[in-house]
């Protein structure tokens, strides 16, 4: 393991290695999917105006209600009911409020005369009484007009109720009238004007305009940024009717947008007008229906202190204003563009998903049963195999066998070995392929060379083939040539394997064991190979060579380093490669895991 932190690591540069895999079909979906994200990226760039560092607006705004309303009012005169015209003007049916928002009083209900004393309470099912006992004294409930004295007084006629200390008479519950009494003010309008500002780009500006025609009013297609509104205009956009709202009130939100652009080359911030209703629309399910609020106005007649008192219905505008500004910002752009070259990398994980997913194997078993079906599957294996490679966990209990007779490599978990490796089924591995590329560069000749005349011949290439005798082979050896372990009981069964799954020729009888595995110059090779300043003597040549006639057999026939790490070596090949190859005094400690 390197050192961390060291002064190496700081100057390395590291990479992913790409394989390039020529085929149409992917290159189009490649191109497509890549297409498809650039023109995404382009439209969003454009129309959204990423490449600006936007603001949220502040703002303030003022409002200004116009209009004359004649109301036809009953009032009482010696005893006797009289209509009489009345004519409202702003300061009567306006009420400022706090905030952006206005009230504009389009119905009302008056109780004149009003003064401090005692007087029966208007008929409730709480307030009616039969006598002093029905009345509690300091009592006031949440819809009293006062506080009860404890006496049981006439109301009308037969009919009794508590008597409070109120403002008598006190106020009647009546109903809304209908028509509303200021159904003109449909025709009123309010000017509003809204001043905003951006301080992060330096930027101030107002809805009105230099040019201003103070008789326009605003219209959303042939005048739409006039900041004069009608209100029955405002309740016709939302789809309402101005005179039903006005008989109890309600709520109306008028919204202004501003979607400022503040560059040089497309300078543009006008506000975009747009209404919205905000109360409840259906008044028959609510419990207390429109708006409506009381407020009096107090006088004194024979120095004695009146009011009278006013239930407004009216509608409350709330002027919404909300937007933002983006100016040109070479920060934002360096962002937007760097987080959406991610997108991007969805074509690769969509092709690889395609390779990963329609391998052969995939294939063969969950949708074409029949091999003649599988040809677009394989290629999508064959670039599977190009791409990936599986590995598995090193630990000491995995070991893996393969046999000469058998495609495969088993994979076996050594807790779970009871008996020799020969009759563990374990779990099949597919079989690296073999890379032959640093091979092939290798002058590195098969064959020994030719005795030199006049220089002793070098030791035999193949000892003469010993097999063992019947009473000494195994019952689980197939091939004849394997011989019992010598480790202890606990241990040898991880050496009771053969190199065949069933019977038939031992592979050391190949051909290529001879040439791979027992060549003393191919192994000589390649231990120089590995050291080239390497001194070998009598008494260690024989351990390194054998050392490495084990290398060359688990690496030829597991073909990954990783397998070979942990691969047993079946005992004919073992006792083989130990015959040729011999250690003093006959004794060998087995497998040992090199973690």
Known sequence: MTTCCSWNDVSQYETNKVIRIQSTSYGTIKWFFHVLFFSYISFALVTDKRYQRKEPVISSVHAKVKGIAEVKEEIMENGLKKVAWNVFDTADYTVPLQGNSFFVMTNFQKTEGQVKGLCPEYPTRRTLCSSDRGCEKGWMGPKSKGIQTGRCIEYKGKQKTCEVSAWCPVEAVEKAPEPALLGSAEKFTVLIKNNIDFPGHNYTTTNILPDLNTTCTFHKTQNPQCPIFRLGDIFRDTGDNFADVAIKGGIMGIEIYWDCNLDTWSH???????????????????????????????????????????????????????????????????????????????????????????????????????????????????????????????????????????????????????????????????????????????????????????????????????????????????????????????????????????????????????????????LQFLLHYQEPLLGLDEDSDNSRLRHCAYRCYTTWRFGSQDLADFAILPSCCRWRIRREFPKPGGQYSGFKSPY
């Open 268 to 522: 543009h911030c006008r506000p975009k007008y747009s209404f919205r209703r905000l109360d409840d629309k259906t008044a028959k399910e609510s419990l207390y229906p429109g708006y409506n609020f009381r407020h009096a106005k107090y006088y004194k007649e024979n120095n004695t202190e009146k009011r009278t008192l006013i239930k407004a219905f009216g509608i409350r505008f709330d002027i919404l204003v909300f937007g933002t500004g983006g100016k040109f910002d070479i920060i934002q752009l360096i962002v937007y563009v760097g987080s959406t070259l991610s997108y991007f990398g969805l074509a690769t994980i969509f092709i690889d998903l395609l390779i990963n997913t329609y391998s052969s194997k995939w294939c063969r078993s969950h949708i074409y049963p029949c091999c003649k079906c599988c040809e677009p599957c394989a290629v999508n294996e064959y670039y599977y195999r190009k791409k990936c490679e599986s590995i598995v966990e090193p630990k000491q209990t995995l070991k893996y066998v393969s046999f000469v007779d058998e495609l495969h490599i088993r994979m076996v978990n050594q807790r779970l070995l009871g008996t020799s490796l020969q009759d563990v089924k374990g779990e099949e591995v597919p079989r690296p392929l073999m890379d032959f590329t640093d091979l092939s560069r290798l002058p590195l000749s098969l064959h020994d060379p030719p005795p030199v005349p006049g220089q002793p011949e070098a030791i035999q290439l193949l000892s003469e083939e010993v097999t063992p005798r019947s009473s000494d082979r195994p019952d689980w050896c197939q091939c004849k040539n394997c011989l019992p372990s010598q480790l202890p009981e606990k241990q040898r069964c991880l050496e009771e394997l053969c190199c065949r799954k069933e019977q038939g020729a031992c592979i050391t009888t190949s051909e290529l064991f001879s040439k791979l595995v027992l060549s003393r110059h191919v």
